[in-house]
C-alpha cells in the first residue's frame, strides 16, 4: 500500500515517455489526458489492493465510471499540438493490464521490502511461472538464486513487463544447502543495451529504452534474460530502500566502500532519469502529491557522526509554501538546478550549522542545501549571507 501510495501522478500520451525508474515511481496510463480520469484509475488499483478486489470487481467498478466520462472504446484523440490519431482507451483488456501490473508491482514492492529487512534471508529465488503464457526470456531466469544484495534486484525484481507474473522467493542459508541450489554472481554477466520501445505514428519519433539483460549459461553461454522496455529498475526505487540497501552494503563491505557503492547506485542512468521525472513532473503538476526521492548519500566520514545517510527530498519543497516563499525572494533554485542536484552532491562542500544541528552542502552557483540530522532536506536556496555565516563560526566546515 505504502508503495502504491508514494506514486505520483503522470498524465502522459504514451506509456513509452516514461523511462525506467521513473515510471517505478510514478501512476501512469498511456493517453489519459485528464487528471480526474487518472484520479480515478489509481483510485482503483488502490482500493483493489487494500480490500483484496478481484478484476472482475476491479472493472465492474471502474468501466461504468470510465464510460460516463468518455473514456472508453477507441477515439480520436488530439494533443496539446494539436495533432489526431486514433487510439484504443478504456476497454476490458486495458483494465486487466492496468491491474494486474500495479498489483504485481505492489505486490512485490512489499515482497522485497520484507525480504531485504529481514536478516534471515540471505538470499532471494527468481520465480517465473512456467506456462505457454511465460515470456522466454522471463522463463530464462526461473529458478535461479542470487544474493539479495547482489546487483541483479536493481533492475530485475518483477514484473520485468506488462502483465508479468513472475516474483521472488526469499530463502535462508539453510534452505539453499537442503535443496542443492546454487548461488549466481550477476558482476560480469550483465549487459545494457538501448532498443527501440515503439514509434508515434504521427511524428515519426522513435521511443528508446534502456534494457538490462543478464546471462543465465555459464562460460559465457547460455540464454540472456532481459527486461521488458520501460522495466528496467526495481519497485522499491526510493530512500527507504537505499536506506536498507545501505545497511546491507556497511555489513558486506565496510563503510567506505558501502558509502561508495550506494552513491553509485544513486547516480546511475536510471535513478538521475527516475529524478529528472520526478523533478519534471512536480513542476508540471505544480502541486504536492507527498513525493520523495533520494537526492544523494552523505560521504562516509560525515554519515558516521550522522542519523541518517540517505539524503532524500519531499516534493513539497520544489512547489510548496517554503518553495513560493524562496521564489518570492528570487532565491529559489530553477528546474535545472533541481535537476543537476544529485549530479552535484558527490563534489559538494559541506558545512554543520553550530545553531541548529543542520548539515549544509555547498553547490556550484552559491545553492546550499539544508540537510535535517534525519536525513531530509529541509530546504534549498540561494544564500546570499552563506560567507558571513561562514566567517562568524555559525557554519563550521567538515
Not at 31 to 51: I, S
Not at 114 to 142: C, K, W
Not at 163 to 187: D, I
Not at 300 to 328: I, N, Y
Amino acid at each position: 500500500m505504502k508503495y502504491l501510495e508514494s506514486k505520483g501522478l503522470r498524465v502522459t500520451e504514451r506509456w513509452q515517455e516514461m523511462r525506467d525508474e521513473a515510471q517505478a515511481r510514478a501512476f501512469t496510463v498511456a493517453h489519459v489526458a485528464r487528471l480526474d480520469v487518472l484520479q480515478d484509475l489509481r483510485r482503483g488499483v488502490l482500493d483493489a489492493a487494500r480490500e483484496g478486489k478481484t478484476l472482475r470487481q476491479f472493472s465492474d467498478e471502474l468501466t461504468p465510471l470510465l464510460q460516463s466520462k468518455g473514456w472508453w472504446g477507441k477515439q480520436v484523440v488530439v494533443d496539446s499540438e494539436g495533432g489526431a490519431e486514433l487510439v484504443q482507451l478504456g476497454s476490458p483488456h486495458r483494465l486487466k493490464t492496468i491491474y494486474q501490473t500495479n498489483l504485481q508491482s505492489a505486490y512485490m514492492a512489499g515482497r522485497m521490502q520484507t525480504a531485504m529487512e529481514a536478516e534471515a534471508f540471505p538470499y532471494l529465488q527468481y520465480v517465473a511461472i512456467e506456462d505457454g503464457r511465460t515470456r522466454p526470456s522471463h522463463a530464462a531466469l526461473n529458478g535461479q538464486v542470487f544474493r539479495k544484495d547482489d546487483p541483479i534486484w536493481h533492475t530485475h525484481t518483477p514484473p520485468n513487463g506488462f502483465n508479468c507474473r513472475c516474483r521472488v522467493r526469499p530463502l535462508t542459508a539453510g534452505q539453499v544447502r537442503r535443496e542443492g541450489l546454487t548461488v549466481h554472481e550477476s558482476e560480469g554477466e550483465l549487459e545494457t543495451r538501448t532498443v527501440e520501445a515503439g514509434t508515434d505514428p504521427r511524428t515519426g519519433e522513435v521511443f528508446v529504452a534502456e534494457q538490462t539483460g543478464i546471462r543465465t549459461g555459464s562460460n559465457g553461454q547460455g540464454k540472456m534474460m532481459w527486461t521488458d522496455p520501460g522495466f528496467n529498475s526495481s519497485p522499491l526505487a526510493g530512500h527507504n530502500f537505499d536506506k536498507v540497501l545501505l545497511r546491507k552494503a556497511q555489513a558486506a563491505l565496510g563503510d567506505d566502500a558501502a558509502y561508495t557503492d550506494v552513491q553509485r547506485v544513486v547516480t546511475s542512468a536510471p535513478r538521475l532519469r527516475a529524478w529528472d521525472g520526478f523533478v519534471g513532473n512536480t513542476f508540471a503538476q505544480g502541486t504536492t502529491q507527498g513525493q520523495t526521492m533520494t537526492l544523494g548519500v552523505l560521504p562516509a566520514q560525515l554519515a558516521q557522526a550522522s542519523a541518517a545517510s540517505v539524503l532524500f527530498v519531499e516534493d513539497r519543497l520544489l512547489v510548496g509554501a517554503k518553495a513560493r516563499r524562496h521564489a518570492s525572494r528570487g532565491d529559489a533554485p530553477t528546474r535545472a538546478q533541481w535537476e543537476a542536484m544529485p549530479r552535484q552532491m558527490p563534489a559538494a562542500r559541506w558545512y554543520r550549522d553550530t545553531e541548529t544541528g543542520n548539515l549544509v552542502a555547498e553547490l556550484p552557483e552559491g545553492l546550499y542545501v539544508i540537510v535535517s540530522p534525519a536525513g531530509a532536506v529541509d530546504s534549498a536556496y540561494r544564500d546570499a549571507q552563506a560567507a558571513r555565516k561562514i566567517r562568524s563560526g555559525r557554519w563550521v566546515l567538515v
